[in-house]
């Protein structure tokens, strides 16, 4: 994988995506054919991006996500009702 994080959570997701070593990353002010042809060379070449890249497949497969995401949802709604009852604002 590689990335080119242009706003929001992106440049966290590709420091991420570095750090974790399942692909790389470069910035938009840095990009350039030539870059961007090293960085998927170098990704497509080293089998340790796959095998990370595996590795972290199968740790995800193994956790519940979805349940996880959908509790997180649902407290999160719960405690703003509660808010909400008790100053008669809306909490957002």
């Known amino acids: 994988m590689v990335a080119i994080p242009i706003g929001y959570d992106q440049p966290g997701v590709a420091a991420r995506i570095a750090y974790h ?5 470069v910035e ?10 090293e960085l998927i060379q170098m990704v497509r070449r080293k089998p340790a991006y796959r095998e990370k890249t595996r590795a972290f497949q199968n740790l995800i497969a193994r956790r519940p996500g979805l349940e ?8 999160a709604l ?7 009852l008790v100053t008669g604002r809306r909490a957002y």
């Open 68 to 75: 996880v995401a959908a509790d997180v949802i649902e407290h």
């Open 21 to 25: 070593g399942v692909g790389e990353f």
């Open 28 to 37: 938009f002010d840095q990009l350039t054919v030539e870059r961007l042809s």
């Open 78 to 84: 719960q405690v703003n009702r509660r808010a909400e």
